[in-house]
């Protein structure tokens, strides 16, 4: 329950600030996570991105105080938007209508209302996993920038998959395994420090020389909840990541470490693949 009382306290903070800039790095630290991992973790909750949420909620807002009289412009500039014309597309994308069209009496507008977060009991799923703690280890592989909008990574980070296997990049780093943690890993880094840049690595663990072309990174001393998982890609293993965010985690007893997450490709056939998902946790303090 400590975890959920801190994504409660994150949706206040945003509740309160919608007239402002929202800062995400904010709303991890109020959750004790990265900003990554707050993002998923809002994402796979409440079923849209962050981004849009603060929009509709925005957007709803600004409806009311139109119809309270408030002047277009002057709504406009408080919930952030620089234009009229900027305004009023983002005004009737969720409304229908126009902003000035919404000050009319009886006019119908879409409300948003805000969002509470609560653990729903179901358990009609079993989830297969174990914790360990383990020490330190190297990467080698490609790699390419993470965005900061979660979104943009669902759907740019499978087209690095299938990059990496048809340019031949995934078969050179097989021969450069050899580590105890065998498999290819997809590892989302680079969240946690204020000197790095989140980085999604395609690689293997190493401790070979890095080959021209690719990356390493040090991967941190850390207590993994671990998943197994199979079945086509991406979905699988995306709607395993949604579980462990909506149906384990809450009620584990554990929350997010400011760590990386790791995907383990044991079987890497995109349609029948075998995997492990490498969540980096800590024991609630509640």
Known sequence: ???????????????????ENIDYKKLGRI????????????????GVPLSEYIRRRRISLAGVELQQGGKVIDVAVKYGY???????????????????QAQKEGVAL??????????????DVEMEYRVETKSAFRII???????????????????????????GTLAKLFPLMNHEIEGVMGISAGFTKEEEKPTYYIAVTSDDPVPEGFSEYQIDGYTWA???????????????????VTDWLP????????????????????????????????????
């Open 1 to 19: 329950m400590e975890w959920i009382n801190k994504l409660e306290e994150s949706l206040a903070y945003i509740e309160e600030h919608l007239t």
């Open 31 to 46: 959750a004790n996570c990265s900003e990554y991992h707050y993002q998923r973790v809002f994402s796979y909750m409440v």
């Open 82 to 100: 620089e234009s009229p014309n900027s305004f009023t597309r983002a005004f009737k994308n969720i409304h229908g209508i126009t902003p000035s």
């Open 110 to 123: 879409k409300s948003y209302p805000r969002i509470k977060f609560q653990i729903s009991i179901k358990g």
């Open 141 to 167: 592989g490609a790699a390419i920038p993470m965005s900061k909008e979660i979104e943009t990574n669902f759907k740019e980070i499978p087209a690095f998959w299938t990059k990496t296997a048809e340019d």
């Open 226 to 244: 671990i998943f197994s998982g199979s079945g086509p890609m991406p979905h699988s293993i995306q709607e395993l990541e949604k579980r462990i």
């Open 251 to 286: 009620s584990s007893g554990y929350e997010y470490a400011n760590g990386p997450d790791i995907e383990l490709y044991l079987e890497p056939d995109p349609m029948k693949a075998v995997f492990e998902v490498w969540v980096p946790v800590v024991k609630s303090e509640g």
